[in-house]
């Protein structure tokens, strides 16, 4: 740790105020007027917000609503978001903009934005098919169940909020099905082959011995300081409610999925298909790449990226001393055994392993580092099927829980070695570790922007962080550069069958076998990519075009500053105020090179 955000905003802070004039009372009167009514805003609806989205609380280490979920699909909870996005924008619109500081500029903006995204939401049916094998509330909620995630199990009180959320959860699965259910009715359901994927991980939770359930380890795992009478009573209380309400609720799914949605599911598998489907495709690319881009400049820019990509791999395969064409080498990485490793644990003792000398690597690079830990876990056998590569869960600003980095060691043979190090910099050191617990740790900023996200800043940041291997050091021979090619390759193929499933009319088998024709993918790993795609459209995208914008502006800098550029600077710039869109990264960061001039 050397410089913290906050410390960096702080004294930016301080350089602006010792600058002004004490000539300038009146315009600094207003302006503290205007930004502490926008303060006053933001907290207020921070506060509010937390309150209707319970679990969201949970994660960020606030645990005063710890017994109780959202029914967010619910007629009452959707109301009720709606009005205040309503209400919360009003009062937003009547503060005057002109009259806020630079920052609190860039906040009011990054706060309208998101309440007006939120309401245009509204006109897209996604309650109606709330759920699939890729995000999916039965998952997350064994997860926290388990004591694997964000809800603690250190005190009785812990234990009685999670009865208690168990509850709320029966209430979400039946509003589930009453959704799912109503789509049926109205046209708007799943593709039949993610529903198909995500009966087994719903079966998984269905067995008849509570005390084999993965919502027993924390009866398993209970405190000794806990009375014998609390542990007995505890213990009985777990039991009944496994038998009783956790397991019931997912049998109450899975039958329903059986005998009633899966015959009623559609066999297309883009978003055209559904009704406005043409629109609320529109709609999720602006909100996942915050541009005004089409479906069709995306999908060209990956058809362009795709082939620069393969030009360059074409010269690793020389460095490497391959002779063949470019399939050639893609099989020979995904069969020779020099690539891979025996057993599951090796795989993530391996990433374990890479934490301390990329963190060491990174200060070549970086000035600003979080303070909070993280951690290489194993994804869950329930859902590593299905599951991406690799993926990062956010620890706490305060530190008691550390950030999380998920590695996918299902099928281990389709996890190659020279894939590691690009993955590890994406997910951890210096991608999304860095990004969001810097965001998170920076107290200078509004809550709602220290937890708050946009896909394109966050994961076009993570793809960035990819792109510095070879600058880092990290990348020290042909096969590891190769993997980060790859990685990069990788998303821009997302491009182009992302814009293809949903804008397209490709089929699931159209775009593996495109996938299989440009990338060296293992089967397996194509399958669950593929099905990704077809489950949370837009998402795909983000990761390139915030990658090309972040090196874009980059160049930009560095070619207006010449040798006064500095790399750490960059990045302490593009990290410390957190996410946002990219138009407003780039206005940010050109106001920052005008200032080193």
Known sequence: MKIHAAAVLAAIFLVAGCGESKNQGAPEATEVGAAGALSV???????????????????????????????????????????????????????DREQLGEQDRLSYDIFKINRELSLESNQFPSHLQPINQFYAITNSFVQLGSGSSAHPFKTVKDYEDFLSRADDFAVIIDQIISNMKQGMQEGVTQPRILMEKLVPQVASQIIDDPRESAFYMPVINMPEDFSADDRERLTVAFEDKISNTIIPAYQRLNNFLGDEYIAAARETVGLYAQPNGEAWYAYMVRLRTTTDMTPDEIHQIGLDEVARIHGEMHGVMEEAGFEGDLKDFFEFVNSDDQFFYDEAEELIQGYRDMSDHIAELATELFDVFPKSEFEVRRVEPFREASASGGSYRSGTPDGSRPGVFYANAYNIKARGKWAMESLFLHEAIPGHHFQIMIQRENEDLPDFRRFGGFTAYSEGWGLYAESLGRELGVYVDPYSYFGGLNAELWRSIRLVVDTGIHAKGWTRQEVLDYMYANSAVAEVRAVAEAERFMAIPGQALAYKIGQLKIREIRDKAEASLGDKFSVKDFHTEVLKDGAMPLSMLESKLDRWVESQL
Not at 54 to 75: C, H, K, Q, V
Request: net charge negative.
């Open 41 to 95: 805003l933001f907290d207020d609806h921070f506060e509010r917000n937390l309150e209707l989205n319970p679990l969201n609380a949970t994660f960020i280490g606030d645990y005063r609503y710890n017994d109780r979920l959202a029914n967010s699909n619910g007629p009452e909870y959707r109301a009720a978001s709606e009005a205040m996005d309503q209400e919360f924008l009003q009062r937003l619109l009547a503060i």
